[in-house]
């Protein structure tokens, strides 16, 4: 036997004596979503009988859910590792443009010296433009993320517990990738630097 067909809650009306038998998953409901018998007497969610389950649902449900959002979250994060593969390319190239050894420098002609330096005189005009349209995106991205948390709601939930632990979870893993992102960056330069001497 299940062991959630154990589990026994009682009406959430004050009024009922009843355990909960049911349970809503309507997407339109307002109403009690665990449910007893004489709830079901005195009409609740008698308009969308289709979305009604037993209790024992409820369990498939959570789990479902936590797989679900699981999947989510590994998804975002391979977007945000491509963000990141992007930028670390990016650097790359800066390097490989505007720095140039002595060496490599005496090993040129004078036709790459000339175009070498002309695109090193023109440096602060990519560096204007390279930082205001980085700063424009990331903050716009950063705006995103905030209004995404604000949606989420997540410090005004009552498992207040449930939701430290995941917010610890999430800054662990933050740490994890911000010591990733460093590490590969030092590997990227330190390719780079192999292929320009
Ligand atoms: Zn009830
Ligand atoms: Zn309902």
Redesign the pocket.
Known sequence: MNQCEDIIVKCPNPEHTKNVKQV?F?ES?K?Q?LYCHECIKIG??VT?LK??EELPFLFEHISRIEKESDNLINRINKQMDLIYNDFFLLIGGIRSKYQISKQQLLNLNFQQINSFLSQSIHFKQFELTIEKLLQELIKEFQDQIKKLQKDLNLFALDYDQISKSNIEKSEELYEIGYKLYWNDEQIICQLFDDVLL
């Open positions: 809503c309507d409901c109403e979503r609740m969610h969308h979305h009604q």
